[in-house]
């Protein structure tokens, strides 16, 4: 069974180096919400397209115009017009509390509080947001990661096989070293290979690096 450490070499030397998200907590909001429902290609081209509108701040967001906004978020996917009313919250939120950048980088306490605030992320994006924008040493639980841990680790018969989101983040914070660093690193690529790779429908398994080692991925081309 393919271990965590090797999973992430082999990964690493097939994608090369990934962007890492933005550690500023409203930044890391807006790439949160133009990484909902779409591929990375398309989140990168939307976030690309704000930074060149210099629109990536609660104030310039919010006052950027309308048809700027409309034209680069549509970039991302469809959902346009839920991800502005996400964008649009966000900024007013940030606006009228500047003191949530320094609670979110705070104690966890204080920063799970303050992310309550923002309904648009639910738990599992304020646990993302708070491995990359407040360096808390936190696994933040994703579909497609679990989809990718899923089919490397189960095998049929095994009683140790982690069949739920739980089993997997109990094996990964087993197996990474418990810093930031680790697990955003981990995330950052089974992430990605569950976008791109190992997809919920029609996974590319032909052109996977992990399929040598993967029940799932052997099932389907042996």
């Given amino acids: 069974m393919l271990g965590i450490g ?16 933005p550690v500023d907590p409203f930044r890391y909001l807006v790439w949160e919400i133009l990484s909902l429902r779409t591929v990375p290609r ?12 210099r629109a990536l701040t609660p104030d310039s967001l919010g006052r950027a115009p309308q048809a700027l906004l409309e034209s680069a978020v549509g970039l991302a996917g469809p959902s346009r017009e839920s991800r502005l009313q996400a964008l649009r919250a966000g900024a007013d939120l940030f606006r009228r509390a500047p003191e949530l950048s320094g609670l979110i980088r ?34 933040p639980t994703d579909t497609r990661v679990d989809r990718v841990c ?15 989101s739980r089993g997997v983040q109990r094996r990964l914070t087993k197996e990474l070293p418990a ?11 089974l992430f ?3 976008s791109i790779t190992c997809t919920e429908r029609d996974p590319h398994c032909v052109v996977c690096p992990l399929r ?8 389907r081309i042996p």
């Fill in 6 to 21: 090797r999973c992430l070499t082999i990964l690493e030397g097939f994608y090369g180096p990934l962007p890492c998200p």
């Fill in 42 to 53: 398309k989140r990168d081209a939307a976030l690309t397209a704000l930074k060149h509108a």
């Fill in 106 to 139: 705070g104690p966890l306490p204080g920063a799970r509080r303050a992310l309550k605030r923002f309904p648009q992320l639910g738990e599992d994006g304020a646990r993302r947001l708070l491995l990359f924008a407040s360096d808390h040493v936190i696994w």
């Fill in 150 to 164: 899923r089919r490397l680790w189960t095998h049929p018969g095994a009683d140790r096989s982690p069949r739920s």
């Fill in 179 to 189: 810093t930031t660093a680790a697990f955003r690193r981990a995330f950052l690529y």
């Fill in 192 to 194: 990605h290979h569950g």
């Fill in 212 to 219: 040598r080692d993967c029940p799932e991925g052997l099932r």
